[in-house]
């Protein structure tokens, strides 16, 4: 969300201005400025061809529809 409160640009260009200053300084120090190529990046592992048949039939159980838990509610309170 893009905001167009005054207060809140005039906040934000005073941290600009620090941050522009301390960089400022940096260069005037000696230091450098190292550019990565943002482009580059690393690719996530392929996924395994071989299926554990031990957590393939391990799945999560629905939750009870509201009907089906007012009905387990009756069965238990007639015991």
């Known amino acids: 969300m893009i905001s ?3 207060n809140s640009v005039r906040a934000k260009d ?3 201005a620090a941050h522009a200053s301390a960089i400022a300084e940096f260069l005037r120090a000696g230091g450098k ?3 990565e190529d943002p482009s580059v990046e690393k690719l996530p592992e392929p996924r ?3 299926i554990d048949p ?3 039939l391990n799945r999560k159980r629905r939750r009870l529809r509201p009907a089906e ?3 387990v509610r ?3 309170e007639a015991l």
């Open 4 to 6: 167009l409160e005054l």
């Open 14 to 16: 005073a941290d600009r």
């Open 33 to 35: 400025v190292q550019a």
């Open 48 to 50: 395994r061809a071989w």
């Open 54 to 56: 031990e957590t393939v």
């Open 69 to 71: 838990s007012q009905l």
């Open 74 to 76: 009756q069965i238990t």
